[in-house]
C-alpha cells in the first residue's frame, strides 16, 4: 500500500519531536550568541588613534570583518560537530538496545522485555514493543488451550 507522505505533521511523536528541537535550537542559538559576543569584542575595540590612522591601517571592510566571520564560523563548526557526535548517539544507542533485545526474542525468549533508561527518547517504543509482544503471547496461551 502507498502513503502519501504528509507535509509536516508536529503531532506524530511530538515528545521526541521536541526534544530534537530544542537540542538543535539550543546549539543554533548558543553559536549564534558566542559568534555575536565575538563581534561585540571585535567592534568595541579601537581601531586606531583617528579616523586617518584607521583608514590606513583598514583598506577594505573585509580586512576588519575577516577575523570576526572565521571566529564565528569556527564557533558555529566546533558546536555543530559536537551536536553532530553526541545528538544521533542519544537515538542510536537505544535502537542499538532494541535490536538485540529483538533478536533475543526472536532467538524464542519471548519473556524478554526491552528495558531502557528512564526519559530515553525511544521509550514509548519500547513500551509499545513489549505491550505487542505480551499480547500476542497471551494469544498463543490461548490458542495452545
Same mark, same amino acid.
Given at each position: ?12 511523536? =511530538?515528545? *521526541?519531536?521536541?526534544?530534537?528541537? @530544542? ?6 542559538? !548558543? +553559536?549564534?550568541?558566542?559568534? #555575536? ?24 571592510? =573585509?580586512? *576588519?570583518?575577516?577575523?570576526?566571520? @572565521? ?6 563548526? !566546533? +558546536?555543530?560537530?559536537?551536536? #553532530? ?61
Amino acid at each position: 500500500m502507498y502513503y502519501k507522505r504528509k507535509k509536516l505533521n508536529l503531532k506524530v511523536k =511530538s515528545q *521526541l519531536q521536541r526534544w530534537l528541537l @530544542i537540542r538543535i535550537l539550543g546549539t543554533v542559538i !548558543l +553559536s549564534s550568541v558566542v559568534a #555575536a559576543i565575538i563581534l561585540y569584542i571585535y567592534s568595541s575595540q579601537e581601531i586606531g588613534g583617528s579616523f586617518y590612522d584607521a583608514h590606513i591601517k583598514i583598506r577594505r571592510v =573585509s580586512d *576588519l570583518l575577516l577575523p570576526v566571520i @572565521i571566529a564565528g564560523s569556527f564557533i558555529s563548526l !566546533l +558546536s555543530g560537530t559536537i551536536l #553532530a557526535l553526541f545528538l544521533p548517539q542519544k537515538i542510536a544507542g537505544p535502537v542499538f538496545r532494541i535490536e538485540q533485545d529483538l533478536q533475543e526474542i526472536q532467538g524464542g525468549n519471548l519473556k524478554k522485555e526491552i528495558v531502557l533508561r528512564k526519559g530515553d527518547p525511544l521509550g514509548d517504543l519500547a513500551g509499545t514493543i513489549n505491550t505487542t509482544i505480551s499480547f500476542l503471547c497471551s494469544k498463543i496461551e490461548k490458542k495452545g488451550d
